[in-house]
């Protein structure tokens, strides 16, 4: 079997950030980063070269593939920023309707500048996807 890529590193998420080319992206970064620290109790750490996660746990597939990632996470991205936060959940979708302007993946959140969103929303989706992971996977010890 492969080995992950994704996984826990020590690079520094402060150097990461502060690397971000893209000013706007990088202030976003910055709050974003904040936040999800704020609302998770859970120092920021980097996972593979461009994620920020907090918190971990351990997932097993039907297909018997298994490892570890972040809780949730974070990524500023040269084009937008991508927020591992989605669940499926029906009450994230009353508040993706009302967020603003975004697009959404199977698990992730896509926003090009906080400025386009309600933050207030953005707060709202982060706590869902904490209490969707508290309730469907144990956090590992940190």
């Known amino acids: ?38 609302l998770t109790g ?20 039907d297909s018997g593939h298994s490892g570890e990632m972040c809780r949730i996470g974070f990524s500023p991205r040269k084009a937008e ?14 508040l993706l309707s009302r967020l603003g302007k975004h697009r959404t993946g199977k698990s992730c959140l896509y926003i090009k500048k906080l400025a386009d969103v309600d933050l207030g929303v953005v707060e709202e989706i982060i706590r869902t996807a904490k209490a969707h992971m508290d309730e469907t996977y144990p956090a590992l010890p940190a």
């Open 1 to 38: 079997m492969a080995e992950l890529k994704t996984k826990a590193t020590d690079m520094k998420v402060a150097d990461f950030i502060a690397a971000v080319p893209d000013p706007v992206r990088r202030a976003d970064a910055e709050t974003v980063c904040a936040m999800m620290a704020r």
């Open 42 to 61: 859970e120092a920021p750490k980097m996972w593979g070269a461009t994620i920020i996660g907090f918190g971990s746990y351990r997932y097993t597939y």
């Open 81 to 94: 920023l991508v927020l591992y936060v989605l669940s499926g959940k029906p009450e994230q979708a009353d």
